[in-house]
């Protein structure tokens, strides 16, 4: 008896240390991507000063594509609207909205980010991107 109360307690303490994202399938809850949680306001605001504030567009490019491929950060398609207009070219807004598509909180909302691209080629491609789930 105590050992399995020994046992009992590890996995206890463990499920208490585990820490994931909503929808991890952490903790008991439903594996539902609808669960997922933009990112706060105060991280969202420093993330867009710091993109902001980069004097190279490829620099630029670089940071965004590099914090939406991290798995740990979702964003509402607000707040990846707002980042992706701090680039101008078309194809790198482009490469953006399908790198951040994953990571969206609102799906429903994403193609809002058509009024981003300037080329209905660019559009149709990325609402075609979406209609496959976001595969190529």
Do not use: H
């Not at 710091?50 to 398609?77: C, H, I, Y």
Request: charged share 35%; with cysteine.
């Amino acid at each position: 008896a105590i050992i399995n109360a020994g046992k009992n307690s590890k996995r206890k303490l463990k499920s208490e240390i585990r820490v994931g994202k909503p929808g991890s399938g952490f903790d008991n809850e439903p594996k539902d991507e609808n669960t997922k949680q933009p990112m706060n306001d105060d991280q969202f605001n420093e993330l867009y000063e710091s993109v902001r504030n980069q004097w190279l567009p490829g620099q630029k490019m670089k940071t965004l594509n590099n914090e939406f491929l991290n798995a740990e950060d979702n964003f509402s398609t607000a707040q990846a609207k707002k980042l992706i207009k701090l680039l101008t070219e078309e194809g790198n807004r482009l490469k953006l909205a399908k790198a951040v598509y994953p990571c969206i909180t609102d799906p429903e909302n994403f193609s809002d980010l058509d009024t981003l691209l300037r080329y209905k080629a660019s559009r149709d491609e990325l609402d075609n991107f979406v209609s496959k789930g976001g595969k190529e």
